[in-house]
């Protein structure tokens, strides 16, 4: 079974047993969350909500909770000897999915 959710602005298929990466999300690691916005239920029957699933829910636990990879953020004026060389490391929670209910 698998499921389609929505967080962060963003659409992800989840699974159970599989870890998920996501933008930063509130709690401690060990936290359990529960995801309401559940765009799409699939498996032996799928479910396509407009726009969610009624009464559907995908239950995770918090594994990690850091950063992700430095990204290097380059920006140069031609001709004009301007140069500038800028890190980032955006924070990212990862996710164990734990249960999917339909």
């Given at each position: 079974?698998?499921?389609?959710?929505?967080?962060?602005?963003?659409?992800?298929?989840?699974?159970?047993?599989?870890?998920?990466?996501?933008?930063?999300?509130?709690?401690?690691?060990?936290?359990?969350?529960?995801?309401?916005?559940?765009?799409?239920?699939?498996?032996?029957?799928t479910v396509v909500g407009a726009p969610l699933v009624a009464g559907a829910t995908v239950t995770a636990k918090i594994a990690v909770q850091g950063k992700d990879k430095k990204?290097?953020?380059?920006?140069?004026?031609?001709?004009?000897?301007?140069?500038?060389?800028?890190?980032?490391?955006?924070?990212?929670?990862?996710?164990?999915?734990?249960?999917?209910?339909?």
């Amino acid at each position: 079974m698998y499921a389609v959710i929505k967080t962060g602005g963003k659409q992800y298929k989840v699974a159970e047993g599989e870890f998920l990466k996501v933008e930063k999300l509130e709690g401690e690691v060990g936290d359990s969350i529960e995801f309401a916005e559940v765009l799409m239920v699939g498996g032996e029957k799928t479910v396509v909500g407009a726009p969610l699933v009624a009464g559907a829910t995908v239950t995770a636990k918090i594994a990690v909770q850091g950063k992700d990879k430095k990204i290097l953020v380059f920006k140069s004026k031609r001709r004009k000897d301007s140069r500038k060389l800028r890190g980032h490391r955006q924070f990212k929670t990862v996710l164990k999915i734990e249960k999917i209910s339909a």
